[in-house]
């Protein structure tokens, strides 16, 4: 079996030997190249089966890639992946289960920071270097007793719900396709409307398909609470940016903390950067020092299933995107 893993040039993201030895102690006799030499990389694609590889940062060829069976991305969201490989008979797997921890714990670092109006304090410290109690500092919340509402409940909308409980706030999880079980979770609801207009906080862990395409727009927007506070860690182009920046210049809701966005890099003119209620991250949530172990974690579960011929955890539906 040959097994090509893409080591970015340049990221943040980069495989060592000890991840090789860990893919050959469940495949003993596997061939595995690890590099970020482009011609390198072209001339393995020709004798490649598996590949290992971020969605972005290599435009693969993946025509060469004749004796392929498997693709499996370092990132859990794999569109233009999925896109590409529709018609094959190649299977796609994400690395969907890498990022539940670090981005729960962003979320909740951007809750903090409304409910305890520390936007506002760091504001302050920064543009008028003024000691400022007064209502705009003073006006904060307590999470316990607060209602989170979750969009796109799945691995990572189940970490942040555990993270709520620990703040004894109640939570409210969409159901989509699939059944929710977890005690983390005191209501399911199919009701999109019953959530936007319950929540104190609203996180959008939606993946971008056709369906979620522009999904927070501005009927959604109005249907939420005016205290509400927006977190968007799923996909940029599942809210219509436009129908957002009106939101919160006209306080149809109270702010926003997004770490995705309809086009990025932010460009330097979107209203957003002037926007005193809006925390602002590059799209970073989802980063952590664990991030290349757990992939290869998550590859190496994949790969004895594939062994097996049992179902494979991570796969993909190339129709749906995920």
Not at 153 to 168: C, N, Q, T
Not at 198 to 222: M, Q
Not at 278 to 305: M, Q
């Amino acid at each position: 079996m040959n097994i090509l893993i893409v080591n970015p040039k340049g990221r943040i993201t980069v495989y060592n030997k000890g991840h090789v030895a860990a893919i050959k102690k469940i495949l003993p006799g596997a061939k595995v190249n690890l590099t970020n030499d482009l011609t390198e990389i072209s001339n393995l694609l020709k004798t490649a089966e598996i590949i290992i590889t971020s969605p972005v940062g290599f435009d693969l060829d993946l025509t060469k890639a004749k004796e392929l069976k498997w693709l499996h991305s370092s990132s859990a969201g794999v569109t233009d992946l999925a896109r590409q490989l529709k018609n094959s008979s190649v299977i796609l797997t994400n690395s969907s289960g890498v990022h539940p921890i670090p981005i729960a714990e962003h979320v909740f670092g951007l809750i903090l920071m409304f409910s305890r109006r520390l936007y506002k304090a760091y504001r302050f410290q920064i543009e008028k270097k003024e000691w400022l109690r007064d209502t705009e500092t003073l006006d904060g919340v307590e999470l316990a007793g607060q209602t989170l509402g979750i969009v796109g409940y799945g691995r990572i909308g189940e970490r942040i719900a555990k993270l709520a409980k620990g703040f004894d706030m109640k939570v409210i999880a969409l159901e989509h396709n699939s059944k929710i079980e977890n005690p983390n979770v005191d209501k399911v609801s199919k009701n999109i409307e019953e959530i936007l207009k319950n929540a104190d906080f609203i996180v959008n862990c939606l993946p971008l398909t056709t369906e979620t395409f522009g999904y927070f727009d501005r009927n959604k927007f109005k249907q939420m609470k005016k205290s509400a506070f927006f977190v968007n860690i799923g996909r940029g182009k599942t809210v219509v940016e436009k129908d957002l920046i009106s939101a919160l210049k006209n306080k149809t809701i109270a702010a926003a903390g997004l770490d995705v966005f309809e086009e990025e890099p932010l460009p330097k003119n979107s209203p957003l950067w002037k926007l005193g209620n809006v925390i602002i991250s590059p799209h970073f949530s989802g980063w952590t020092p664990k991030y290349t172990d757990r992939v290869i974690e998550i590859f190496c579960e994949n790969l004895k299933a594939f062994q097996q011929n049992r179902p494979m955890p991570n796969l993909v539906d190339k129709i749906k995107g995920y």
